[in-house]
């Protein structure tokens, strides 16, 4: 690598900061052609450096103007004062930037798992899923993962309320074979979800504990045709170093 290449990430960081810099000392916000002429960069670079600070919520907008914006207050934060969805949201987002595969942090609704942060892949063949899109809990992964750690009275109280459709010729849906894959879960930690919930799909997913309860489920949806031994080894690593980086931050 040659050095002017090398260079090339710290001028894009420096950048970001001025910009962020820049727009805190103007109160009544600035233009883009005023940040752009003040700070001599040039205006196509800026515009994409604009809507990813907007799209992160470091700044906003108001008209043509862009002024600070909540995401600044969040880095100032302490731990109890973040939500759930801000601790995640970082992680989600790394999650996918490793394999470009859809990511998500999934949290139980009743007898259904909410994607509460997702990321989607941007290949051709992918899943993706809007947060907030809820499916049963027996068929997903991350659905799993939260019936693996319910206690044994809410389990009972699962199998005896829930209604467990079979989605697909692969869906698990009687108490037998969910009880033996829930003990299987526990076991090992982490969830395989082929094509149980979508033909095609392939799912896998981790419990996330905090304050040594299971909070949600970080898991990642792959096409089946890219679902190989190597990339479930992969996945599997990444799903368990991001779990353990949600409870570390409780210890």
Request: overall charge negative; aromatic content about 6%; glycine content about 6%.
């Amino acid at each position: 690598m040659n050095s002017a290449a090398a260079t090339n990430p710290v001028k894009s960081a420096m950048r970001t900061l001025d910009v962020i810099e820049y727009v805190v000392a103007h109160r009544q916000g600035a233009v883009a052609q005023e940040i752009a002429a003040a700070l001599a960069i040039p205006v196509s670079s800026l515009s994409y450096l604009l809507g990813t600070l907007t799209e992160r919520g470091y700044l906003a907008r108001e008209g043509r103007r862009y002024v600070p914006g909540p995401g600044l207050q969040r880095l100032r934060a302490t731990d109890a004062a973040l939500t759930l969805e801000d601790r995640v949201t970082p992680l989600v987002r790394a999650l996918r930037s490793e394999l470009n595969e859809t990511s998500s942090f999934m949290v139980q609704r009743d007898w259904e798992v909410e994607a509460l942060v997702t990321e989607a892949s941007d290949q051709a063949l992918r899943y993706a899923v809007d947060p907030g899109t809820r499916r049963p809990l027996h068929a997903l992964a991350a659905g799993k993962v939260m019936l693996a750690w319910l206690a044994d009275d809410e389990l009972a109280r699962y199998f005896a309320q829930a209604e467990r459709a079979q989605l697909t010729p692969y869906t698990r849906t009687s108490e037998a074979d969910l009880r033996a894959d829930l003990a299987a879960i526990r076991d090992s930690g982490i969830c395989i979800a082929r094509e149980e919930a979508t033909i095609g799909i392939c799912g896998m997913a981790v419990p996330a504990f905090v304050d040594g309860k299971v909070a949600g489920a970080f898991s990642m949806a792959v096409p089946a045709v890219r679902f190989d031994s190597a990339i479930e080894a992969r996945i599997a690593a990444l799903l368990l170093r991001t779990a353990g980086a949600i409870h570390g931050g409780q210890e």
